[in-house]
Each structure stands twice: as structure tokens, then as C-alpha cells.
């Protein structure tokens, strides 16, 4: 009587073993379904999940082909790691209204003429293909005889796009935010620039902010698995934690 009973046990013990990685294999499985890849697209890795569905105030680019990393060169890109969502004050969802916000967090508006480096192209997956960014803004410039002049010391920069193509007309910004080496070493990432250049834009945010008479402060949320961590694909091999901080703007 005992012996079967250890018999019986033993034998569910041994099968509870056997059996789980079959269950988990097909949770993955299912995980991967119910994300709508299409087949032969890469397989997800390094945390990231799949299209994130009912978004509010912006679309997940890979919805629709796009992605959140910009195509910097044939073979990499910078992540965007920041959304303004359309949940955000309307004025700051405008071009101008934009570039007055971030000149109260401290950045300036990329001067004409001097503009440093390659324009990036992002897919936003909203029918709009691999677009041209929108704008470009630095930390440093000095103004000299009317014109301006790009400070020598690198600096934090982002360059942002605006998700408003009619297959995802969110109306939200996209932003890849940076901290570049003094431009002695040619406009080079720091090493974590990528975590670092979206940690200062999100901080100065969330701490609130004030230019030209408005006020500001931003609400933070932080999403993971909307791109992989680790460095592949990522421009000059700058590995990145994967983390986007979706910001809604508030005027105070
Ligand atoms: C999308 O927004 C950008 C930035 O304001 C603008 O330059 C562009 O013309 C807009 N495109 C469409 C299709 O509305
Ligand atoms: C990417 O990260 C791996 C692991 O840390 C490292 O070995 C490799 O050199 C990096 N790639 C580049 C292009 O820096």
C-alpha cells in the first residue's frame, strides 16, 4: 500500500519535472502569437515583447514595420527612447511649441547651417516609411555675430520625429536623446550615452520646467521590452538598458 502510494508519487514527481518546460515552451509560444509576428521577422530577444496594442496618446512603431531604433547607417541605429505622447498640452505637440519646450530643459534649437553629422531616418510605422528627423537640438551653442556657433565640448542632443503619418497618426513626438564626446573626437557617443542622454531629458522633465513665460512639468512612465537591451544594432556597439520613458507634458 505504501509502496504504491511512493510508487504514484515518485511517478508525478517525475512528470511534474518532465512536463514543465513543455508548458513554459508553450506559454512562449503564445506569447509570440498573440504579438502577430509576422514570419521571418527576427525572433524577440533581450526583453524585448512584442507590439505593445492600445497605446494611449501613441503607437507602437512595430505595429506597422517600424522600429525604435533610427536607421543611422546601413547596419545601425539610435534608440528612441523618449515619447512625448499626444496625451501631452497641445502646444508642445507643435513644431514651435515644441522647440520653446525643450529650450526651457535646456536644450537648443540645432543652428542653421552648422548642422553636424548625417540626418537619421526613423520608421514610426505610420505609413510614412524611414522619414527624415524633424529636428535636432543640442545642449550647447554660442551666438556669434547674429549666427551661432556648436560648443566644442559635445554634450547632450536628441533628435525627434513626429509619429503623423495616417496609418498611426498619434500626433506623438518619438525622441532619441544622446550625450556625445566633445566634437575633437567627432561627435562620438559616450560610453552609456544612450541611457544617459534620455536619463537627463526625463529628469529635467519630471523635475518641471519654465521658458518665455510658460511652465512645465512632465509626467514619467517607463516601459520595457518596446526594443531589446544589450548593443546590437546599436550605433558604435553603445549597449542600451532598453528602457523608454513615455513623457506627458503638462503646462502648469
Ligand atoms: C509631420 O510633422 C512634421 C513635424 O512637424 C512636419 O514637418 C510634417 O510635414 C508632418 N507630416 C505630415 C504628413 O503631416
Ligand atoms: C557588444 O557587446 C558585447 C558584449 O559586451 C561585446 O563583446 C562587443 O564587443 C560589443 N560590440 C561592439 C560593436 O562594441
Redesign the pocket.
Known sequence: MHLIALLLLTHTFVLSVFASPVVSEQQSLQVILSGHRPPGLPEYENGENPPAEDTEGWIDPRLNGGRFIDFTTKKFGEPLNVIISSLSDPFVLEEEGFRIYARSIGYFKECLGLHYGNIHEADLGDGLGRKEEHILFRQHYFPIFGSCWESLRGGHHFRAWRQNGTLANSGAWFIGASLEKDSSKNHKIEDDGYNLGRDWFVERAAMGSHWSGMWWRADVEWRTGLMPS??KSINH?I?VDGRVAILTVHRL
Do not use: F, K, L, S
Request: glycine share 50%.
Open positions: 544589450g548593443n556597439g549597449p
